[in-house]
């Protein structure tokens, strides 16, 4: 009888300690469930709050800067060293008056620009409170070359194009672009022969890695300009299909053979030659300066005719309008 009535007795302890056990897990439960409604709703507000601050923020950018109309654009100031017309830099940087100075994105405008193949570099800047400046560096060709394309109407025609110093291919702007037509100034600047037609596209630069005779021949063009030459005589047709050297016509009918390295060296011994001809009363009619030692030249007497006016007729200086 003893033995049941302890074991009835150790039943009602774990009765109650599985209670005790229920509670504080029950207990537990409601701790857990209001700590995490606590941090959901401290969670909720810090995301409302910021959102609410920050739609605050833009708004008041909206009505206080972005369409204050106090910062609307009335001018544009154009600078450029080239001959691209203001107006025609101005279409290109797509700013329009009337928009908000403050709203723009500048580096987008300078992007837009020097996408143009004609610019360089270009720099843009706000001037408060209502001028937006541009200035704008230009390319400067120096060398025109010929690429055929064919018309609308059918068939195919010579296009005038131009290369700069860094081996790009200027399409010619027109009257509206520039202060004069480029078809009507391609004349001063020497015509570079032997380049392949497929190469050239306007905006595109040739590699003048892989085209080292190119490279020569833009570099003769700009040595001669700061040479001694200048005023006596001026390339007319650089010839760059030879792999060694560069064959040239100049504008007084002079062939002159060139090596492809050292051009201001080579320009230089061709001063000299032009003086030995002056003190002579001769004109040269051909010379190999590919030659290092004893320099083939092929004389001609000077024409009584050849006035110095009539000489200085193809001395003119290069203009850049293209």
């Not at 050297?245 to 051009?263: C, I, K, M, W, Y």
């Not at 001063?271 to 590919?290: F, K, M, P, Q």
């Not at 024409?303 to 003119?316: A, I, L, M, V, Y």
Request: hydrophobic share 40%; aromatic share 8%; net charge positive.
């Amino acid at each position: 009888m003893g033995f049941f009535v302890r074991k009835q007795s150790n039943r009602r302890l774990g009765r109650r300690e599985l209670l005790d056990v229920k509670a504080r897990s029950a207990l537990v439960r409601r701790r857990r469930l209001h700590w995490s409604a606590l941090a959901f709703g401290l969670s909720f507000g810090t995301i409302l709050f910021v959102y609410l601050a920050w739609r605050t923020i833009n708004w008041s950018l909206d009505k206080l800067v972005y369409q204050n109309p106090a910062y609307a654009i009335n001018r544009i100031d154009v600078y450029t060293d080239g001959v691209i017309s203001p107006e025609q830099i101005r279409q290109w940087s797509g700013v329009k008056p009337g928009q908000n100075l403050l709203a723009l994105d500048l580096s987008a405008i300078k992007l837009n620009l020097e996408r143009v193949p004609h610019v360089k570099l270009a720099a843009v800047e706000r001037v408060l409170p209502h001028t937006l400046r541009i200035r704008v560096v230009e390319r400067e060709p120096l060398a025109v070359v010929y690429a055929p394309y064919q018309r609308a109407s059918g068939g195919f025609e010579m296009q005038v194009l131009f290369l700069d110093a860094d081996g790009y291919v200027l399409p010619p702007l027109c009257r509206s672009q520039s202060a004069a037509a480029a078809t009507e100034f391609a004349e001063q600047y020497p015509v570079i022969v032997g380049i392949d037609p497929a190469e050239l596209m306007p905006g595109k630069r040739l590699d003048l890695k892989t085209h080292r005779n190119l490279k020569a021949a833009l570099d003769l063009v700009i040595a001669f300009d700061r040479s001694q030459m200048v005023g006596l005589d001026s390339l007319q047709r650089i010839d760059i299909s030879s792999a060694e050297v560069l064959e040239v016509a100049t504008r007084r009918g002079t062939q002159v053979t060139f090596p492809v390295s050292d051009p201001a060296r080579q320009l230089r011994r061709w001063h000299e030659i032009c003086e030995l001809g002056r003190r002579l009363g001769r004109t040269i009619e051909s010379v190999d300066l590919a030659v290092s030692d004893n320099i083939p030249v092929r004389w001609v007497q000077v024409r009584p005719s050849q006035t110095d006016h009539e000489q200085s007729k193809h001395n003119h200086t290069r203009r850049r309008d293209v």
